[in-house]
Nanobody
């Protein structure tokens, strides 16, 4: 089992950048593929990005359009989401999630979730 805690500065201006972090407990972090999802008010939670256990492969939602980068540091049990060129449409609660072995874009494939961190983008 793994516990996840997200963190990151919550408010940024449009066009700005923000890095989210997700710290995982436990000694087997490198057994888990990791994902980032987000949920805006009144909308379903949606996939943002995912990364393999070793960090050698990633996948992104189409709306990311090369603005976001997911990465991980297994020595620190942490996964990151670097977000650039933010727009008000990116405002949401961002969640990190973990699943054993392979990466996935599917929300239901993830067994473990963080509590979420709010990201607001001002105009």
């Amino acid at each position: 089992q793994v516990q996840l805690v997200e963190s990151g500065v919550g408010l940024v201006q449009a066009g700005g950048s923000l890095r989210l972090s997700c710290a995982a407990s436990g000694r087997t972090f490198n057994s888990y593929a990791m994902g980032w999802f987000r949920q805006a008010p009144g909308k379903d939670r949606e996939f943002v990005a995912t990364i393999t256990r070793t960090g050698d492969n990633t996948a992104y939602a189409d709306f990311v359009k090369s603005r976001f980068t997911i990465s991980r540091n297994n020595a620190k049990n942490t996964v990151y989401l670097q977000m650039n060129s933010l727009t008000p449409e990116d405002a949401a609660v961002y969640y990190c999630a973990a699943r054993l072995y392979s990466l996935s874009r599917i929300e239901s494939a993830y067994a473990y979730w963080g509590q979420g961190t709010q990201v607001d983008v001002s105009t």
